[in-house]
Each structure stands twice: as structure tokens, then as C-alpha cells.
């Protein structure tokens, strides 16, 4: 059992329901169209990893590499994707900008890839 992807598996469940609740309640009259799908976009990719990281906690053990690259590349990914995307819709709305937020979101997307490329190479090759 890997304790640490239940627990940031927990987080991420728990923070994307929230999260979740806070864009469809009260953004949905700050934001536009694109803006809330982006968002969502988020929420979505976190619930995903989030139960990806529950499945694997409950199914890894710690004591194996690559089990332990498989889920810092979902944590690191998920952390880089979803909520770069919620600070950059978030920062829109508000008419600000921070440019480096952009080249965030595609590294979180290459971690989120490598997690899940890493996950069949254990299973095809190790």
C-alpha cells in the first residue's frame, strides 16, 4: 500500500468536489463560456487522477521505483495541469496575466502522460 497516493488521491477528490461546486455556483456569472470549460477541464483531469491515485495506493506497493515515479508523475502533473488552468481562467476573469502560467499547463499534461506511459511499461516490461 502506498499511503501517500491515498492521501494526495484524498486531497485531490475532496479539493476537486470543492473546487467543482465553487465554478459551477459562483463563477458561473463571473466567467464566459470558454472560461468555465476551461475550468472544468481542471476539475475534471483532478477527480480522474484523483481516483487513478487511490486505485494505485491501494494496489502499489512503496517499495518498487517505479511505482513511486508512476505516482509523483500524477501528483507533479496534476498539481502543473489542473491548477495552473484554474490560475490562469481565475486570472482572465480578473483581466490579469501571468505569461509563465502558460507553459505550465502542457509540462502538467507531459507529467500526467509519463505517469500513465510508465504505468504500462511496469506492466508490459518490468
Do not use: C, D, R
Not at 16 to 23: E, N
Not at 61 to 77: D, E, L, M, Q, R
Not at 79 to 88: G, T
Amino acid at each position: 500500500m502506498n499511503e501517500n497516493a491515498i492521501i494526495i488521491g484524498g486531497i485531490f477528490g475532496f479539493s476537486a468536489i470543492l473546487l467543482g461546486a465553487f465554478g459551477a455556483h459562483l463563477l458561473k456569472k463571473k466567467l464566459n463560456l470558454q472560461q468555465l470549460q476551461s475550468f472544468e477541464t481542471g476539475v475534471k483531469y483532478q477527480m480522474y487522477h484523483a481516483i487513478v491515485l487511490l486505485i494505485l495506493g491501494f494496489q502499489l506497493p512503496i517499495t518498487s521505483t517505479i511505482n513511486n515515479y508512476i505516482v509523483y508523475a500524477f501528483i507533479i502533473g496534476t498539481v502543473l495541469f489542473s491548477f495552473s488552468i484554474y490560475a490562469l481562467v481565475l486570472l482572465s476573469a480578473n483581466n490579469k496575466k501571468l505569461k509563465f502560467l502558460g507553459p505550465i499547463t502542457p509540462l502538467g499534461g507531459l507529467f500526467l502522460a509519463l505517469g500513465w506511459g510508465l504505468l504500462v511499461y511496469k506492466y508490459m516490461v518490468v
